[in-house]
């Protein structure tokens, strides 16, 4: 493991890697594709000096739509050698959000994969970029190899394979510097948060806070040569530089998936013995279930994943129930952990904590991050005292692309703001209970709605529950429960739910006045969070069952 601090951009992690692991393996794929970490820094030479050829240089923005596949982390090493801007940008962003992020990040260049499951992004690209704006088409050729098939001989190598832009590394000027001792390090990463309401928030990172990040990550992972890691969530979110890092940190291999189908990926997981997988919540779920199905399938099958010593995630509160099952059922260990685009890594569990600790928090602060509670007032919370989450750290985004939100994030103290609400529990453990924007407000009553969905999960037969505020002329809003079944489950009425959160201890004034019963909760994003604003959309003209004062007692 190398040490935090000992390198400040990302390339000179990737030459760290090659020479300490050079015949190491560094990705794996479905098509049996492999590439060492001496073979992934030749081939990121080599689309380096074809973007040069392009007209990329150090500080040039360019923008990348791709798929998570080993060419796309290719195009981000490449564009790290060059120390240009890069602007990545999720798959599943449609026209609006694309032509936003290129018009608000002044990007030169945007990189799409052609025509991928259907969907022509070179067209689309070409149809919502300004006129400065030049499309790169980086279209894969069909594999034609069989497993194991190594990608980086030059002859035929992987410019050409992956469907990039390759030229001679001999065009190249020397890779961009470390900063100055005392001098700020430039911007080298520009993501932008997803939301449904407003427009995307430009977040602004260096490498050196990458780096921080998946320091922090791999630090409380524990991860080593001997793991074999796996990246099935889109490598444009946050958390692939961020699990890039940990591996070059780590010296670990991954399993990459431009796909993630419970099945198909665990057949892949067990051909290359993948000994930790994760990405969010819903990936803990899928693999629950698919291992459960497998049993009842086939109860001379074996294990869904016989290697896997560690699940992990973030992105969405994890259920005790949900925790406790999954362990049960996968034979593994299952940490979970907190962060967000400001600030990659914040908290983590890790595989020597306690089972009530893995369960009921998202661990504590990662390798260099401080955390504090603030109270409504701006002081600080005592120990247990639930308030504002707020962090400070290497780990911690430079600035947003506008400035008045730059000011208004951080207190005066330089802590970031993150509109998370939880509370320090005496071991340094952090427990979240809710966002500041996701309080409902009834008759006055602040109303934690992660509180409540923790307890409706526990009603028998609950397989999945969000809680909302849904408008209402007499209390200002009214709590609703939204549920899915689990296979063959009795839906709840109303009155039993109530009954059963009273049994847990829920105060009257937090029990659900609505009660809705979903075929499956609207899920978007990388990490499949619930897309509360459809909830609200779709239930805020109804009504539900019982007028609701009645059965929540005023």
Request: aromatic share 6%; proline share 8%.
């Amino acid at each position: 493991m190398f040490e935090s601090g000992r390198v400040q951009t990302l390339w000179e992690l990737v030459e760290y890697r090659a020479g300490a692991s050079p015949g190491a393996p560094m990705f794996f794929d479905a098509e049996g594709r492999r590439i060492t970490f001496a073979q992934a820094r030749e081939a990121a030479l080599r689309v380096a000096a074809g973007l040069w050829e392009q007209g990329v240089r150090a500080g040039t923005r360019v923008a990348w739509q791709l798929p998570t596949r080993i060419g796309t982390v290719l195009v981000s090493l490449a564009l790290a050698r060059l120390g240009a801007v890069q602007i990545p940008v999720l798959h599943l962003l449609r026209e609006r959000e694309v032509g936003f992020i290129l018009a608000e990040s002044a990007a030169a260049f945007v990189l799409v994969p052609g025509v991928w499951r259907g969907t022509d992004f070179t067209a689309r690209a070409r149809a919502v970029a300004g006129a400065g704006v030049r499309v790169l088409t980086a279209a894969e050729e069909e594999s034609s190899g069989g497993p194991g098939r190594g990608v980086g001989a030059p002859s035929g190598g992987p410019g050409r394979e992956f469907g990039l832009p390759t030229g001679d590394p001999g065009v190249l000027p020397p890779p961009p510097a470390p900063p100055l001792p005392g001098t700020a390090a430039p911007t080298a990463w520009i993501y932008y948060t997803s939301g449904t309401t407003a427009a995307p928030k430009g977040v602004e990172h260096t490498d050196a806070t990458l780096i921080a990040g998946g320091f922090g990550l791999a630090t409380a992972l524990g991860m080593t040569a001997d793991d074999i890691g796996s990246i099935a969530f889109p490598y444009a979110h946050i958390a692939g530089p961020d699990y890039l890092v940990a591996m070059l940190a780590g010296g670990f291999p991954a399993v990459v998936l431009d796909a993630f189908r419970p099945d198909a990926a665990a057949a892949v997981y067990r051909r290359y013995g993948v000994t930790m997988a994760g990405g969010s919540t819903a990936f803990y779920q899928a693999f629950l279930d698919a291992s459960r199905h497998r049993r009842q399938e086939r109860p001379d099958a074996g294990p869904l994943l016989p290697s896997l010593r560690l699940l992990s995630g973030g992105g969405a509160p994890l259920p005790a129930e949900l925790y406790a099952e999954t362990v049960a059922e996968l034979g593994c260990a299952l940490v979970h952990g907190y962060g967000m685009t400001e600030c990659p890594m914040i908290t983590m569990g890790t595989p020597y904590d306690r089972d009530e600790q893995l369960a009921r928090t998202v661990g504590r602060p990662v390798a260099g991050a401080t955390v504090r509670i603030v109270r409504p007032d701006g002081a600080a919370a005592a120990t247990g005292e639930s308030g504002e989450v707020r962090v400070k750290g290497p780990m911690l985004f430079r600035r947003y692309t506008d400035p008045a939100l730059t000011a208004a994030a951080f207190d005066a103290d330089g802590y970031f703001r993150t509109g998370d609400l939880g509370h320090l529990r005496p071991d340094g453990h952090l427990v979240l209970t809710g966002r500041l924007k996701d309080i409902i407000i009834r008759k006055g009553e602040n109303i934690s709605a992660q509180e409540v969905e923790e307890l409706v999960r526990t009603y028998p037969g609950v397989a999945e529950a969000a809680v909302i505020g849904l408008p209402d002329r007499s209390r200002g809003e009214r709590v609703c429960a939204v549920v899915t079944l689990a296979p063959a489950a009795a839906p709840p009425t109303l009155a039993a739910l109530t009954a059963h959160l009273r049994a847990a201890g829920l105060m009257t004034q937090k029990l659900p006045e609505q009660l809705e019963i979903a075929d499956a909760l609207p899920r978007g994003g990388p990490l499949s969070k619930v897309l509360k604003t459809a909830l609200r959309e779709r239930y805020g003209e109804r009504c539900g069952e019982g007028d609701g004062e009645g059965v929540a007692g005023g």
